[in-house]
């Protein structure tokens, strides 16, 4: 079930999702008013929306670049990829909206960000 072909086609799926809604956070970012966010709130949505649409395009790349090419150690670092731009983007939304910090959310998915990122560096390491 949780196979390389059906993950590098998922990660392509929410890498374009990632970007269309990071599209749409840039629309927000740019047109509500201040009232909408918490002090500062503008600020660190639209840093959070950047790192959105990065993370996004480079799930996309992983997705095409990795099909039929995948081991434990890419899959692993794929999914990292993925979970951790939803907790961090997300829990950087929450905070720039309510002003209320989530639990570390935003912290846990920037580490699952970094280690995603080098275990992917190790996968290429090795395939070299």
Do not use: K
């Not at 996309?60 to 692993?76: D, E, I, K, Q």
């Not at 829990?91 to 275990?119: C, E, K």
């Amino acid at each position: 079930m949780l196979t390389g072909p059906f993950l590098t086609r998922l990660w392509r799926i929410c890498g374009a999702l990632l970007i269309a809604t990071g599209t749409i956070m840039g629309a927000l970012t740019a047109h509500l008013p201040d009232a909408h966010f918490a002090e500062g709130g503008r600020i660190m949505a639209r840093s959070a929306m950047d790192m959105q649409m990065w993370q996004g395009i480079a799930l996309l790349a992983l997705g095409l670049g990795l099909a039929g090419r995948t081991n434990r150690v890419f899959l692993l670092g794929g999914c990292g990829v993925l979970v951790g731009t939803v907790m961090f983007c997300g829990g950087v939304y929450n905070t720039a909206f309510t002003g209320h910090h989530g639990n570390h959310i935003a912290p846990v998915g920037g580490s699952f960000l970094i280690i995603s990122w080098l275990l992917l560096a190790v996968g290429w390491m090795r395939r070299a």
